[in-house]
């Protein structure tokens, strides 16, 4: 056998396991084909733009290879040179897969996961429903009403005449998903509004 | 975390408590087993016999709510066998140092209670000091000349105590003294009658643990929301640092306290002060009292010794940060901008109080679901209806944002027409569809790029606050209103060259960088209180300081580097990684690490796992971490009076010996605390039963932390009504609420339900088989589920008398592929006494069949 890489073995042994689940045939023998021949097909990944991701659940920091191929995310891998995970994920990990992409239970086609949210949308008070609305509407009204609400309750000054410009109408809750360039906005944007009543997942 | 995951390798005992890393952190496992298959011993106590557990050396079953009871217990098992590390224990923690005499401990209550009704109160801790011998002053013509130069604010500087101190560690009012004291009533019979464990369990586990402290052993901890989610959690995690630092066990490779938390980036969020009593990097939120001016706040904030005596500069840059050019000596630097909060909670469940009362009219939730996640589900749902307006970003359909559907059942339903609430949910990006960092648990901030464009019109989180920003700023601008000033001169430098939210841009802000020519800071050591050095947190300091480049790749948290290596002097080998990514802060991957290296000496505590390590040849530390002390001063030229230059052009330092180089540096005592007097609820930790209990309280006539946070929206059940001990717990299936996972086609296949789990012999009493249908319930909900009669649950004897406990995931809710009961309805509003986190690891329930 020539000298496979970590690297080229899972990837190798990966494509061999889709290679063998497509044509309903056990191969064990591809993954460690040296060359591939004409009957093996080519890597799923062959061709695709890599990209390197940190895993979205759990707080261990998994690194994670994003396999992409028309702009379409065709493979996702856990990272084998990254220190805490070599190379492994848990199945939650590995479908993180499924945030972007579902394969069609009825055709078998790789799919964007139609319980993706997409557009925008808005309930008025006492309505049944939703309705799609743009984001420039949404933004706007989403606007007026911290307008109207941190000014109809805004504290300039505490019963003691301390200042603390603070509204405690609004309140935030999120963070733990987002990503730090985002976290740092999010408190910097609340707090500038005087919210106080701001928290996220790790109060819970 | 104090270590990193990849450092579990160094432990020689592994002890996990409230946690489960082979089902919720299973990458973690794989440096467990390292460490195992190197020999190290994997201890597990847990209600369930776990996955982790199913792979331990040893385990032991403990009841929900009795950590403390252990924990004390193994404080005193330490004590007792003397198995703690003395040089260490005399050095480096505040053992030797004496305490106020007034100080006193009395069935169930420290000095300075004041009970403000039904046996609940507050603490004046005024006898939690210690005793000293006058003051001495800063010295501002040296090191604290900052604090007195030209554009730095006034304040009154700190004044420094002189600590009296016992080195013989026999005075009886001293810190040992009195902590041998306290925890002389853990005895083993009582720990096992307490926790429900079988004392050959209990001396086992404790002779195993009990063996780290010795200097060439090193013992780690790994928890998790099983240890904090309780009415004294904080004081269960204090309880762990007490004995890992008996043991000499902080500081160490293959040591420390070890929180496996629970979200991809929960530790970033804390860090960014996404909570209402910090501000970015762990500063206090101004408060009213205390600091109603920025010179309270520093002459209050600013440590009389260590690293949080530089706590202005962090703050004035903040605000620079903030608001730019508006931010001014003369203005204080706009500190009057951040809102103040008065003494009280406004954290998560107090705010869910606020909206039942109205007072709270609009929410904000970013990607997070509280009507799966939080407690008491029917409560908040009852509490959102009042709401005026909610906005959700979120990238699926929450229970949050669809709560008013008109398909949607709760416990006491309102028909949709009557719920007057607005709702706008807006679609956001994936984390692979955009790009920025994650900080995990063991703080490493870690790079993810975008691999994919987002579906339809989702748009990043970052990119919504900017809109809301620009717009609701175009309002005050156009129109006026209530104190426009914070608003509209907020700095927002966040964008690209289209005009997008940009996360490169927001991550130059979080670095920090010189104000008069923008350029990135090395570091947080050249943060200034003048107003020169704008940064959003000192402690990202160094995560993006390359000037050269604006590749993330070219930067400290883009480093893809898995050499196994030194920093300076040492062999490396200690998997630290230090050229991955970048670890906060500064860069050390071990917080403490002083304390790994003997106080006099300077030698590495075990030479096998250095981390730093004095050598008197070069007159310099050795170092496979980033120190976490001054460990070397720069040398000035004498000629230029600026740093000096070696041939090699490379900037020449003096080591500082180890007589100059104490442990813990941010604490201002400069030692760690076995005797805590930050805490609410006392100044070592207590046993109390959890807010609804099935027995006693063995230990004292107190029955509950007296000081916790026990909300009437609880409804609390007595245990004759309620007889069986729940606790939540989560499947590596599924993530947090499930708002991604239970709509992934393949998890919601491979785990489609929710269940209660529960014991065979409760399962025969109760007459009930695997699978069957049943009702959970108490005061505050009923949920369905499934039966699981597992062996991996059995009846506890506690205090005489047979108690069961029962177990069910918090996974599932209303939306989505697999839909399920959530079992966070059931959960009280009871808090932690000191950071409100709800009990939801221990409280009461019935069950019956679904008829």
Same mark, same amino acid.
């Given at each position: 056998m020539r000298d496979v890489s970590r690297r080229d073995f899972l990837k190798i042994s990966g494509a061999a396991f889709a290679a063998s689940s497509v044509a309903g045939l056990i191969r064990p023998d591809v993954g460690f084909a040296a060359e591939a021949d004409a009957e093996t097909p080519a890597l799923r990944i062959k061709g695709a733009t890599e990209t390197t991701t940190i895993c979205c659940y759990c707080s261990v920091g998994c690194g994670a290879i994003c396999s992409v191929v028309d702009g379409t995310l065709i493979n996702f891998e856990g990272d084998p040179d990254h220190p805490v995970n070599n190379g492994g994920m848990c199945s939650k990990g590995i479908s993180q897969f499924n945030v972007e992409n579902i394969y069609d239970p009825e055709t078998g086609d790789l799919i964007p +996961?139609?319980?993706?949210?997409?557009t925008p949308r808005y309930r008025a008070p006492g309505s049944l429903e939703w309705k799609d609305v743009s984001w420039e509407w949404a933004i706007a009204e989403i606007a007026k009403r911290v307008k109207e609400v941190r000014d109809a309750t805004f504290e300039e000054k505490n019963e003691n005449g301390v200042t603390v410009n603070r509204t405690t109408a609004i309140g935030s809750l999120g963070g733990a998903g987002l990503d730090n360039e985002e976290c740092h906005p999010l408190s910097k944007l609340m707090r500038s509004f005087g919210v106080v009543y701001l928290e996220h997942q790790a109060r819970l | 975390m104090t270590n990193g995951f990849s450092d579990f390798q160094n432990a020689d005992v592994i002890f996990v408590l409230g946690g489960n890393p082979a089902e919720n952190h299973p990458a973690s496992m794989r440096h467990i087993m390292e460490a195992r298959a190197n020999g190290a011993k994997f201890v597990v106590a847990d209600p369930r016999y776990t996955r982790s557990a199913a792979v331990s050396d040893y385990y032991a079953p403990i009841r929900s709510g009795a950590d403390i009871a252990f924990l004390g217990g193994l404080i005193n098992y330490i004590l007792e066998n003397n198995l703690y590390n003395e040089e260490y224990v005399l050095n480096y923690t505040n053992a030797q140092y004496l305490i106020n005499p007034e100080f006193d401990f009395d069935d169930g209550y420290f000095t300075g209670f004041e009970e403000v009704a039904n046996g609940q109160g507050k603490y004046d801790k005024a006898t939690w000091s210690y005793q000293t011998d006058g003051t001495t002053e800063w010295d501002t013509s040296a090191g604290y000349a900052w604090a007195v130069a030209d554009g730095v604010p006034p304040f009154d500087l700190p004044k420094v105590p002189v600590y009296k101190k016992d080195p013989t560690l026999k005075d009886p009012n001293c810190v040992f003294q009195l902590l041998k004291k306290h925890f002389s009533r853990y005895t083993t019979d009582v720990v096992c009658d307490v926790t429900g464990m079988d004392k050959e369990d209990f001396e086992e586990i404790a002779k195993v643990i009990g063996s780290t402290g010795a200097d060439d052993k090193a013992g780690t901890i790994l928890y998790a929301m099983g240890l904090t989610q309780h009415t004294n959690g904080s004081q269960i995690i204090r309880a762990l640092a007490i004995y890992q630092l008996l043991l000499g066990n902080i500081g160490i490779a293959g040591g420390g306290i070890n929180a496996l938390r629970g979200e991809s980036n929960v530790q970033g969020a804390c860090d960014w002060g996404i909570l209402y009593h910090v501000i970015n990097g762990y500063l206090a939120t101004p408060n009213a009292d205390n600091h109603p001016t920025l010179a309270a706040y520093n002459a209050k904030e600013t440590a009389h010794s260590g690293y949080w005596s530089n706590k202005p500069k962090f703050l004035i840059s903040q605000l620079k940060e903030y608001w730019g050019e508006a931010a001014t000596l003369e203005n204080d630097f706009a500190y009057d901008w951040l809102p103040k909060i008065e003494s009280k909670n406004y954290g998560y469940m107090p705010m869910f109080e606020a909206m039942s009362s109205g007072e709270v009219k609009g929410l904000f939730c970013? $990607?997070? +679901?509280?009507?799966?996640? $939080?407690?008491n589900v029917n409560f908040a749902y009852q509490a959102m209806k009042n709401l005026d307006w909610l906005v959700c970003a979120d990238l699926m359909e929450t229970d949050t944002m669809c709560f008013w559907e008109p398909d949607m059942e709760w416990g006491e339903k309102t028909a949709a027409e009557e719920i007057q609430t607005e709702v706008f949910s807006l679609p956001a990006m994936s984390h692979l569809e955009k790009q920025g960092t994650i900080t995990n648990s063991g703080r490493w901030i870690q790079w993810r790029y975008k691999a994919v464009d987002s579906p339809g019109e989702a748009i990043d989180d970052g990119e919504i606050m900017s809109r809301l920003y620009e717009e609701v700023k175009r309002l005050y601008e156009d129109e006026g209103g209530a104190y426009p000033d914070p608003i509209v001169n907020l700095s927002w430098p966040y964008y690209d060259e289209h005009g997008h939210f940009s996360s490169v841009e927001s991550a130059k802000s979080m670095n920090g960088y010189t104000v008069a020519d923008g350029k990135l800071l090395a570091n947080f050591t050249t943060l200034a209180a003048d107003g020169s050095t704008a940064c #959003? #947190?000192?402690? &990202? $300091? $160094? &995560?993006? *300081? *390359? *000037?050269? !480049?604006? +590749?993330? #790749?070219?930067q400290p948290c883009g480093r893809r580097d898995n050499e196994d290596v030194t920093v300076s002097g040492g062999s490396g080998g200690l998997k630290q990684y230090p050229n991955w990514s970048f670890s906060w802060p500064a860069n050390r991957r071990v917080v403490y690490n002083r304390a790994s290296s003997f106080a006099e000496s300077g030698k590495a505590r075990n030479p096998e796992r250095m981390l730093v390590e004095w050598n008197p040849d070069k007159g310099n530390w050795d170092r496979n971490d980033v120190p976490d002390f001054g460990f070397q001063t720069a040398v000035n030229d004498p000629e230029t009076g600026k740093q000096a230059m070696d041939a090699e052009g490379k900037p020449v330092f003096n080591g500082n010996p180890p007589e100059k180089c104490p442990s813990f540096f941010m604490n201002a005592e400069l030692v760690s605390r076995l005797f805590s007097p930050g805490m609410t609820d006392g100044p070592f930790p207590e046993h109390y039963e959890p807010a609804e209990s099935p027995t006693r309280n063995a230990l004292s006539s107190v029955q509950v932390n007296p000081v916790a946070m026990l909300l009437e929206s609880s409804d609390f059940g007595e245990s004759n009504e309620y007889p069986l001990i729940c606790t939540t717990y989560r499947l590596v299936e599924h993530w947090q609420t499930g708002v991604t996972t239970r709509n992934s086609p393949w998890l919601a296949e491979a785990m489609p339900h929710n269940f209660l789990e529960m014991s065979k012999e409760l399962a025969a009493e109760r007459g009930i088989d695997n699978g069957d249908h049943l009702e959970i319930f108490n005061n505050r909900g009923t949920v369905t589920a499934q039966a699981l009669v597992t062996g991996r649950i059995k009846p506890f004897t506690i205090n005489g008398k047979t108690v069961h406990q029962v177990g069910m995931p918090w996974h599932w809710g209303r939306k989505g592929l697999a839909k399920g009961a959530t079992a966070n309805e059931l959960v009280p509003n009871a808090g932690d006494a +000191?950071?409100?986190?709800?009990? !939801?690891?221990a409280f009461l329930v019935d069950i019956r069949k679904k008829g």
């Amino acid at each position: 056998m020539r000298d496979v890489s970590r690297r080229d073995f899972l990837k190798i042994s990966g494509a061999a396991f889709a290679a063998s689940s497509v044509a309903g045939l056990i191969r064990p023998d591809v993954g460690f084909a040296a060359e591939a021949d004409a009957e093996t097909p080519a890597l799923r990944i062959k061709g695709a733009t890599e990209t390197t991701t940190i895993c979205c659940y759990c707080s261990v920091g998994c690194g994670a290879i994003c396999s992409v191929v028309d702009g379409t995310l065709i493979n996702f891998e856990g990272d084998p040179d990254h220190p805490v995970n070599n190379g492994g994920m848990c199945s939650k990990g590995i479908s993180q897969f499924n945030v972007e992409n579902i394969y069609d239970p009825e055709t078998g086609d790789l799919i964007p +996961n139609p319980r993706r949210l997409t557009t925008p949308r808005y309930r008025a008070p006492g309505s049944l429903e939703w309705k799609d609305v743009s984001w420039e509407w949404a933004i706007a009204e989403i606007a007026k009403r911290v307008k109207e609400v941190r000014d109809a309750t805004f504290e300039e000054k505490n019963e003691n005449g301390v200042t603390v410009n603070r509204t405690t109408a609004i309140g935030s809750l999120g963070g733990a998903g987002l990503d730090n360039e985002e976290c740092h906005p999010l408190s910097k944007l609340m707090r500038s509004f005087g919210v106080v009543y701001l928290e996220h997942q790790a109060r819970l | 975390m104090t270590n990193g995951f990849s450092d579990f390798q160094n432990a020689d005992v592994i002890f996990v408590l409230g946690g489960n890393p082979a089902e919720n952190h299973p990458a973690s496992m794989r440096h467990i087993m390292e460490a195992r298959a190197n020999g190290a011993k994997f201890v597990v106590a847990d209600p369930r016999y776990t996955r982790s557990a199913a792979v331990s050396d040893y385990y032991a079953p403990i009841r929900s709510g009795a950590d403390i009871a252990f924990l004390g217990g193994l404080i005193n098992y330490i004590l007792e066998n003397n198995l703690y590390n003395e040089e260490y224990v005399l050095n480096y923690t505040n053992a030797q140092y004496l305490i106020n005499p007034e100080f006193d401990f009395d069935d169930g209550y420290f000095t300075g209670f004041e009970e403000v009704a039904n046996g609940q109160g507050k603490y004046d801790k005024a006898t939690w000091s210690y005793q000293t011998d006058g003051t001495t002053e800063w010295d501002t013509s040296a090191g604290y000349a900052w604090a007195v130069a030209d554009g730095v604010p006034p304040f009154d500087l700190p004044k420094v105590p002189v600590y009296k101190k016992d080195p013989t560690l026999k005075d009886p009012n001293c810190v040992f003294q009195l902590l041998k004291k306290h925890f002389s009533r853990y005895t083993t019979d009582v720990v096992c009658d307490v926790t429900g464990m079988d004392k050959e369990d209990f001396e086992e586990i404790a002779k195993v643990i009990g063996s780290t402290g010795a200097d060439d052993k090193a013992g780690t901890i790994l928890y998790a929301m099983g240890l904090t989610q309780h009415t004294n959690g904080s004081q269960i995690i204090r309880a762990l640092a007490i004995y890992q630092l008996l043991l000499g066990n902080i500081g160490i490779a293959g040591g420390g306290i070890n929180a496996l938390r629970g979200e991809s980036n929960v530790q970033g969020a804390c860090d960014w002060g996404i909570l209402y009593h910090v501000i970015n990097g762990y500063l206090a939120t101004p408060n009213a009292d205390n600091h109603p001016t920025l010179a309270a706040y520093n002459a209050k904030e600013t440590a009389h010794s260590g690293y949080w005596s530089n706590k202005p500069k962090f703050l004035i840059s903040q605000l620079k940060e903030y608001w730019g050019e508006a931010a001014t000596l003369e203005n204080d630097f706009a500190y009057d901008w951040l809102p103040k909060i008065e003494s009280k909670n406004y954290g998560y469940m107090p705010m869910f109080e606020a909206m039942s009362s109205g007072e709270v009219k609009g929410l904000f939730c970013w $990607g997070q +679901n509280p009507l799966v996640g $939080g407690p008491n589900v029917n409560f908040a749902y009852q509490a959102m209806k009042n709401l005026d307006w909610l906005v959700c970003a979120d990238l699926m359909e929450t229970d949050t944002m669809c709560f008013w559907e008109p398909d949607m059942e709760w416990g006491e339903k309102t028909a949709a027409e009557e719920i007057q609430t607005e709702v706008f949910s807006l679609p956001a990006m994936s984390h692979l569809e955009k790009q920025g960092t994650i900080t995990n648990s063991g703080r490493w901030i870690q790079w993810r790029y975008k691999a994919v464009d987002s579906p339809g019109e989702a748009i990043d989180d970052g990119e919504i606050m900017s809109r809301l920003y620009e717009e609701v700023k175009r309002l005050y601008e156009d129109e006026g209103g209530a104190y426009p000033d914070p608003i509209v001169n907020l700095s927002w430098p966040y964008y690209d060259e289209h005009g997008h939210f940009s996360s490169v841009e927001s991550a130059k802000s979080m670095n920090g960088y010189t104000v008069a020519d923008g350029k990135l800071l090395a570091n947080f050591t050249t943060l200034a209180a003048d107003g020169s050095t704008a940064c #959003a #947190a000192w402690i &990202y $300091g $160094g &995560y993006f *300081n *390359n *000037n050269d !480049s604006d +590749n993330p #790749a070219d930067q400290p948290c883009g480093r893809r580097d898995n050499e196994d290596v030194t920093v300076s002097g040492g062999s490396g080998g200690l998997k630290q990684y230090p050229n991955w990514s970048f670890s906060w802060p500064a860069n050390r991957r071990v917080v403490y690490n002083r304390a790994s290296s003997f106080a006099e000496s300077g030698k590495a505590r075990n030479p096998e796992r250095m981390l730093v390590e004095w050598n008197p040849d070069k007159g310099n530390w050795d170092r496979n971490d980033v120190p976490d002390f001054g460990f070397q001063t720069a040398v000035n030229d004498p000629e230029t009076g600026k740093q000096a230059m070696d041939a090699e052009g490379k900037p020449v330092f003096n080591g500082n010996p180890p007589e100059k180089c104490p442990s813990f540096f941010m604490n201002a005592e400069l030692v760690s605390r076995l005797f805590s007097p930050g805490m609410t609820d006392g100044p070592f930790p207590e046993h109390y039963e959890p807010a609804e209990s099935p027995t006693r309280n063995a230990l004292s006539s107190v029955q509950v932390n007296p000081v916790a946070m026990l909300l009437e929206s609880s409804d609390f059940g007595e245990s004759n009504e309620y007889p069986l001990i729940c606790t939540t717990y989560r499947l590596v299936e599924h993530w947090q609420t499930g708002v991604t996972t239970r709509n992934s086609p393949w998890l919601a296949e491979a785990m489609p339900h929710n269940f209660l789990e529960m014991s065979k012999e409760l399962a025969a009493e109760r007459g009930i088989d695997n699978g069957d249908h049943l009702e959970i319930f108490n005061n505050r909900g009923t949920v369905t589920a499934q039966a699981l009669v597992t062996g991996r649950i059995k009846p506890f004897t506690i205090n005489g008398k047979t108690v069961h406990q029962v177990g069910m995931p918090w996974h599932w809710g209303r939306k989505g592929l697999a839909k399920g009961a959530t079992a966070n309805e059931l959960v009280p509003n009871a808090g932690d006494a +000191n950071v409100g986190i709800p009990e !939801s690891k221990a409280f009461l329930v019935d069950i019956r069949k679904k008829g």
